[in-house]
């Protein structure tokens, strides 16, 4: 567990203990008494609000018992509710840290009102199994649940031969089903039939519409089964007769020809439509019979003696009991406080933790179910983490689920939409990932680092790609225009070769403008004499010292690195795993910080050992002394370049001397002037 740091606090009238946990203060449960008095603790200091019901690694069972009014979530009075229901029960309530799945009659408390009706119950349920001992467990109450159940299933099947007149055998339940399904359809359909044959004007009307058909007949109608369904179920009749063989709606046909093999043709055998009376004499069939059997279930229920009914109730207090007992004090470490989160123990993930994805050479532990796509899309991004999507799928179980994963450590350069990868559920078992969707955001200060690197080479690799591409493809065009243009004049007829082609209309020349280029000459010498300027006292300034080049080189890391680490470093601090939580239907009261030290045990990397063994297929190394050949040869020619520039000169090094002063103030001898040039005569 991360390092807690413990500090007296107190809230209403219970002197609480508080701890340091994921950076962030909650109250601590460590014994019975703090359960007991969870009532006192103020409601703003709980870490859940609610949770759901469905979704979590937690047994389902137990927190639909705790779920009291049937909402599919588990509120803070809820949670109370069941505390000081387990405290009253057990005589020592410490007995609520251990988790365990059984208890000795002899550790519930017989004083009070619940803790009589519990033990009494546990003693009833051990004596109908012949048991003498003194302990109850889950694994008794699972056998005595089987045992009720054979008993129940006996006395209807007893009561069954006696009252069960199958009217299609024991195609009947399959019968009722198909029946059900289509009747309505059936009914709309005689509907019909019978406007038609009131007035036969409203046969279009009560058909279906060729706008109707024309409005999807452009889309896959495959995929319009629902809209093809609304139409009616066969072409209506004057006869008012339902075909067997006559355009059934291609919607309902296969449910039609179950309804037809398993009721129709057993009552009307080798008939090739029926009327209505004929249909509503099948309906009438099945209801009667399931009629009769409601009625009978009922009767078989009132006749259901006191003892099984004891018997029933006996099994699930002891049931609600043993649950609760068993997960109440994990749920606390994963609802008041999230102690079980921040405990980097294998065997106490917290209930949200669903499994672990391998992808991209790493392994990540934060893993949680996705139940609306829509809600995290919406609020994943307010977590700062780097979220990566995936949709899995169990070719065992034969089914699908989204889930979310956080990259909490390592490079996220190979990562994209549609990588596959491997996630292991809780239980083991494998299922194929597919990434769905990426949520970008820092996952290291050492990514932070490299990360403008590598987009400024993304960048100038696809410019590059991109203008190649593009030169391609014109030089592409310009053969190909060239291949048509001699294709033509292969195929062109004798008297079009002889026609002479137009001569192009000559380009007229636009008169060289000496003043306008002599500007942009001055601008650009006054461009390349700033760089200059600032190269030479960039020179100067290198050259000074030794260390100053290391002192510029980390200046420059410093400007491009430094932005982006520091982001890094903000949104680190602040990654926050409750709106990811909030998403799925949780309310979080308070954060949920997976900070630096605590996020990189979240997501573990591959690490290889140093391999001795040569490699035949690696590639070969340039010899040291070619290494130290270029080296001094690159050096060599800045060096030369720097000196045959006179940029050397400012530490000492000038490739020529200055003239003394005195030869530099000797004035020149005078020269007659030049002529005045001839002004340009205008252009034409």
């Known amino acids: 567990m991360a390092k807690k740091s413990i500090l007296p606090g107190k809230a209403n009238s219970y002197p609480w203990t508080f701890a340091s946990i994921g950076g962030v203060t909650r109250v601590t449960i460590n014994s019975g008494e703090d359960i007991a008095h969870l009532d006192e603790l103020d409601q703003k200091l709980w870490t859940v609000l609610s949770c759901p019901v469905k979704g979590l690694e937690f047994d389902e069972q137990t ?33 609520l840290l251990t988790g365990d799945d059984q208890i000795a009659l002899s550790d519930i408390n017989e004083t009070n009102e619940e803790g009589a009706a519990v033990l009494a ?49 024991d195609n009947t339940d399959d019968a009722i089903a198909a029946v059900n399904e289509i009747r309505n359809k059936v009914a709309d359909y005689f509907m019909r039939c019978k406007l038609i044959a009131f007035d036969e004007d409203c046969s279009e009307a009560v058909d279906v519409s060729v706008e109707k058909i024309q409005a999807i007949s452009e889309k896959n109608l495959a995929t319009c089964s629902d809209q093809i369904a609304d139409y009616p179920l066969a072409r209506p009749n004057r006869e008012i007769k339902l075909y067997f063989a006559k355009g059934i709606n291609p919607a309902w046909q296969a449910t039609f020809d179950k309804v037809r093999t398993l009721t129709l043709d057993a009552d009307y055998p080798g008939a090739e439509a029926v009327d209505e009376s004929q249909w509503n004499a099948v309906v009438a069939k099945i209801d009667t019979y399931v009629t009769g059997l409601a009625d009978d279930k009922s009767a078989k229920i009132e ?127 494998d299922w194929d990932a597919t990434v769905t969707k990426i949520v970008d955001n820092p996952v290291s200060i050492r990514q932070a680092f490299w990360s403008p690197y590598k987009k400024l080479w993304k960048f100038i690799t696809d410019k590059i790609n991109k203008n190649a591409a593009e030169k391609e493809a014109k030089k592409m065009d310009e053969l190909t225009a060239k291949a048509d243009t001699a294709t033509d004049n292969l195929t062109a007829k004798p008297a079009d070769a002889a026609a002479p082609a137009p001569e192009a209309p000559a380009e007229k020349k636009t008169p060289f403008d000496i003043a306008k280029f002599a500007g942009i000459f001055a601008a650009i010498g006054l461009a390349l004499g700033a760089i200059g300027a600032a190269l030479t006292g960039l020179g100067a300034f290198v050259f000074a010292k030794w260390y100053n080049i290391i ?61 001795k063994l040569p490699d035949p297929y690696a590639d070969k190394k340039m010899p040291f002394w070619k290494k130290c050949l270029i080296t001094l040869v690159v050096l060599g020619g800045i060096f030369c370049a720097l000196y045959f520039t006179n940029t050397l000169k400012y530490v000492g090094l000038p490739y020529k001397k200055e003239a003394p002063a005195a030869e530099a103030a000797t004035p020149a001898t005078p020269t007659e002037a030049p002529a005045p040039a001839e002004a340009p005569a205008p252009a034409e």
Request: hydrophobic share 40%; aromatic share 8%.
């Open 551 to 611: 002192i510029l080189l980390g200046l420059i890391v410093l400007v491009i690195s430094g932005p982006s680490m520091f982001i890094a470093w903000t949104k680190l601090r602040k990654r926050n795993l409750g709106p990811v939580l909030n998403a799925n239907g949780w309310a979080i009261n308070a954060q949920v910080r997976i900070n630096t030290a605590f996020g990189a045990t979240l997501t573990s990397l591959a690490k290889y050992p140093v391999v």
């Open 121 to 169: 119950s546990a003693g009833r349920l051990l004596e109908r199994a012949g048991e003498e001992r003194r302990t109850v467990s889950l694994d008794d109450v699972a056998k005595a649940r089987e045992a009720f159940d054979e008993k129940v299933k006996a006395k209807d099947d007893a009561t069954a031969a006696t009252v069960d007149h199958r009217p299609y055998g």
């Open 303 to 429: 006749n259901f003696d006191k003892e099984m009914e004891e018997e029933d109730a006996d099994i699930k207090l002891v049931n609600k009991f043993l649950r609760c007992y068993r997960d109440f004090y994990k749920l606390l470490k994963n609802y008041v406080v999230f102690a079980d989160f921040y405990t980097r123990d294998k065997n106490k993930l917290a209930v949200f933790q669903c499994g672990q994805l391998y992808i991209d050479q790493r392994c990540c532990d934060l893993c949680v179910k996705v139940t609306d796509m829509s809600k995290h899309a919406d609020m994943a991004g307010l977590s700062g983490m780097y979220l990566v999507y995936c949709h899995c799928t169990s070719k065992v179980k034969g089914t699908e689920m989204d889930i979310v994963a956080a990259l909490t450590d390592g490079d996220v350069d190979d990562l994209r939409v549609g990588k596959n990868a491997v996630f292991y559920d809780r239980s083991g078992l």
């Open 63 to 95: 927190l639909t018992l705790m779920d009291s009014d049937g909402d599919g979530k588990i509120r803070v009075n809820e949670v109370v509710a069941t505390s000081k229901w387990l405290v009253s029960v057990l005589k020592d309530s410490d007995k």
